[in-house]
């Protein structure tokens, strides 16, 4: 049976991303518990498991109520990070599968945002929780720039046609940003035009593909003298970039 992805909207930006064949489901990031077991039950599906990015309440506000209700489901997550409501602790670089599901997970450390953040690979889809956003990423609340910018290069080292499920609907805010750093890149107004319709719709921007986020993601683009030239940095570094970036990204408004 083929897999199938649906972005669940939570609390007010939040997407929690299910995945399911058609009898068991996997969810990510459940900051809340009711969208999701009305979306389970409209579908009659079974809850294998619960991935878990980092340890922030609008990313795991909804385990405790869904593994209530599901006592078999698995909590995978880093314990570090989310602690004793994990059934399931994983790191770096573990090939994980459900005894329920046919499908594999892959593991993958991206610290920044905070310091034991993971990003889970089913297949095409990542599962980035707030580290890489549509055209952004993930605030520096824990980790060094130096760390966000070496996990987004590891990410950014992922097939083209990977999919960004993020747990944030932040796209539009992030491609104005990313138009003022780079008013020439004809890739950022396409893509505007694009995601402002799909907001009109109430669709979501994403997911997104790798390729599109490396032609208008500014943060995946610190290496370029453009960027580096629009951010201030003037030593050729790519993480000084970055962290110059972030900065100004830190203080940006939309109008
Ligand atoms: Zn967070």
Redesign the pocket.
């Known amino acids: 049976m083929p897999l199938t992805l649906t972005p669940v909207a939570v609390l007010h930006d939040n997407y929690v991303w299910v995945v399911d064949d058609g009898h068991h489901a996997v969810v990510v990031d459940p900051g809340e518990a009711r969208p999701v077991t009305r979306m389970l039950s409209s579908r009659r599906l079974h809850l294998a498991a619960l991935l878990i990015?980092?340890?922030?309440a609008?990313?795991i506000g909804g385990v405790a109520a869904l593994k209530a209700m599901s006592p078999n489901c698995q909590v995978i997550g880093c314990a570090a990070d989310v602690g004793p409501l994990l059934t399931h602790p994983c790191s770096d670089g573990d090939q994980l599968s459900l005894p329920s599901m046919e499908l594999a997970i892959e593991v993958l450390a991206v610290p920044g945002?905070?310091l034991h953040?993971l990003a889970y690979r089913i297949g095409k889809w990542l599962f980035c929780?707030?580290t890489l956003f549509g055209a952004g990423c993930?605030?520096l609340?824990e980790g060094s720039p130096q760390q966000m910018h070496d996990s987004l290069l590891r990410l950014v080292s992922l097939p083209d046609d990977t999919l960004i499920c993020c747990?944030h609907e932040y796209t539009l805010g992030n491609l104005a940003f990313a138009a003022e750093l780079e008013p020439g890149n004809h890739h950022i107004h396409e893509r505007l035009t694009r995601d402002r319709s799909a907001r009109q719709r109430n669709e979501p921007t994403l997911p997104s593909t790798l390729r599109d986020e490396k032609k208008t993601n500014p943060f995946l683009r610190c290496h370029l003298p453009e960027l580096q030239l629009a951010v201030g940095a003037r030593d050729g570094n790519s993480v000084t970039a970055f962290t110059l970036m972030r900065q100004l990204k830190d203080i940006f408004r939309t109008a």
Do not use: K
């Open positions: 990015t980092h340890h922030h609008d990313h945002h905070t953040h929780g707030d993930g605030r609340l747990a």
